[in-house]
Structures are given as C-alpha cells and as structure tokens.
C-alpha cells in the first residue's frame, strides 16, 4: 500500500539528500497544489481509498473527534464539488494544516499483518 504500486518508495533517500530535496521540495509543493484537494479543505489522507481491508482497519482506529472532522471535510467537499466551486481563498487548506493523520495507522496496520503472517508461518519442532 504505502510506497506505491510496486512498493517501492525513494521519499527516504531524497529528504535524506539535502541537495535532492531542495531540488524536488518545490515541484511536490507545486504538484500538490496542482491536485487541488487543498481548495476543497480536503487534507492528502482523505484521497485515500478506503476500499482495502487495512485502510478500514485503520479507519476504525480514528479517534471520535478526528473520524468527526473527516467526515466534514468530506461533506464539505462533496458540496463545492456539486457546485463547481472551490471554497474562498481564505478557507483552503494551508500546506502546514495538510498532516498524514491515518497514514501512520495504516502502518502501524501494515506491520501488525506482517507480523500476524510471520507468526502463521511459523513451525514447532519437537526436541529430540
């Protein structure tokens, strides 16, 4: 899931490269802007599809207030989206404002599968 298609990711490698990350920080700015979930008060984790098991898990992890906000920033979305609007300048969402609030339950998700897997295939031998 996290890391793309191939789950592959090089986010690591480019912050930690401070020339690359001075080079790529203002096209991923720029980009994001471009995608214009921000001018509807959507935040990044809300374009997650919540179509797969692990991201439901996670949602289900949300606390009461956050899973509140979230579904407000849906309807409100859904209603500028009907209207072909974006909200007024000064109600978009400030890049500071955009933080990942379920991507690190999803991976905290992600690591419970893997583990819950690895214990699966565990194998008891007897001691002879």
């Avoid at 905290?108 to 699966?120: G, N, S, Y």
């Amino acid at each position: 899931m996290v890391g793309g298609p191939l789950g592959i990711s090089f986010a690591n490698q480019i912050i930690k490269n401070r020339t690359l990350y001075r080079w790529v920080k203002p096209i991923a700015v720029w980009y994001a802007d471009l995608c214009g979930y921000r001018k509807l008060g959507l935040r990044y984790d809300d374009l997650i599809c919540e179509e797969n098991p692990i991201v439901e898990k996670a949602l289900t992890r949300l606390s009461a207030k956050e899973a509140y906000d979230r579904a407000w920033r849906f309807r409100v979305g859904m209603h500028q989206s009907v209207l072909h609007q974006d909200l007024p300048k000064a109600q978009w969402l400030k890049p500071e404002d955009d933080i990942r609030y379920l991507t690190p339950l999803i991976k905290e998700v992600e690591a419970e599968e893997a583990e819950r897997a690895e214990l699966d295939r565990l194998e008891v031998t007897r001691k002879k």
